[in-house]
């Protein structure tokens, strides 16, 4: 089959790529050629936008966080889909119990990793994961690896008050819900009504039955309620630590959004922090699913410096 103009022209910045990565990690050659580091740097970002369809800025972002050579990296784990991850509800069932259920119906299901005692990694399957038997009577959920992470950072314990401040679709809800074997009290809290729907069917699917869901600006939580023993606030953001889900973000997504969604991510950590019971050592869990600097790094210090944490 010929080469189309695309193809090779793809093939071109690829080849501009290795170019200057070569150029950048060799001084000496940069001298030579009489390039500056800055205009090898322009090229570069110039050839990965067109390579990898990004928005000039975003490269640009993403240079300014990474060598060179780890944002090709970067960008090259973003084009690459990721395997599909299930948690075992052990409210309903044992991890052990759902594998061999999902192997007679002709899964491939592995543990996901030694980190985890209720992730599984599902190799293949011959039915939809969101529509086996298995899924509808909840005996597991749909939810990725770095999802699991926040509520496993969180270690919400049986019998606690815990609030789970942008919480829809309620998959962290549900996690920490069952890491509390179904007791204390759970407040689950999205500002989207619209979003409540999936968070409410998702809850009662899986058996839960601690949980309260609200529909507040989180920013306002901390006015009607408080005093939780732990806070989860897994951010609105950019999203862009999981283009693998969603390429539009490469096109998409503009560095105003970035500081935008920094903004209000401020606004709702400094929430999260006056809802705990600092009287008893509250714990607070601030996560993103972005790796912008505005969106972690800058918020985390915007916290330090308004609060005493």
């Known amino acids: 089959m010929a080469a189309t103009d695309d193809d090779r022209k793809s093939s071109k910045a690829s080849l501009r790529i290795q170019k200057w990565l070569a150029r950048l990690s060799s001084p000496d050659d940069d001298t030579r050629s009489r390039r500056s580091r800055k205009e090898c740097l322009n090229q570069l970002s110039a050839d990965l ?31 690459t889909a990721r395997p599909t991850v299930i948690r075992t509800n052990t409210l309903k069932v044992d991890p052990n119990a759902l594998m061999t259920k999902l192997s007679k ?23 939809p994961l969101g529509a086996t038997p298995e899924y509808l009577s909840g005996l597991y959920t749909l939810q990725s690896a770095s999802s ?24 962290k809800t549900s996690f920490i819900c069952q890491l ?13 009504q619209h979003r409540h729907k999936a968070t409410v069917a998702n809850l009662h699917r899986l058996g839960v039955k601690n949980t309260i869901t609200t529909c507040s600006d989180g920013r306002q ?9 732990r806070a989860l606030l897994d951010a609105p953001c950019s999203g862009l630590g999981v283009i ?16 935008r969604l920094g903004r209000i991510q401020q606004e ?16 607070v869990v601030y996560s993103t699913c972005s790796i ?6 800058e918020v985390v210090q915007y916290a330090l410096d308004a609060r005493y944490v």
């Not at 002709?106 to 599902?122: D, H, Q, R, Y």
């Open 49 to 79: 936008s067109e390579y990898h369809g990004y928005l000039r800025e975003l490269t640009d972002t993403f240079l300014s966080i990474f060598s060179p050579a780890e944002c090709l990296e970067f960008m090259a784990a973003s084009d």
């Open 105 to 127: 119906r002709g899964a491939v299901v592995e543990v996901m990793a030694p980190w985890s005692t209720v992730g599984l990694k599902v190799a293949a399957s011959g039915v």
């Open 148 to 171: 699991m992470c926040s509520v496993i950072a969180l270690d919400p314990q049986p019998g606690e008050r815990v609030l789970d401040l942008a919480a829809a679709p309620g998959g």
């Open 180 to 192: 509390m074997e179904n007791t204390g009290v759970v407040v689950s809290n999205d500002l989207k």
């Open 221 to 229: 939580i901390p006015a009607v309620l408080g005093g939780f023993s």
């Open 244 to 259: 693998s889900r969603d390429a539009n973000i490469k096109s998409q997504r503009t560095l105003e959004d970035i500081r």
């Open 268 to 283: 709702l950590l400094l929430s999260a922090i006056d809802s705990v019971d600092e009287t008893k050592s509250g714990v």
């Open 292 to 297: 912008a600097i505005q969106e972690n790094e």
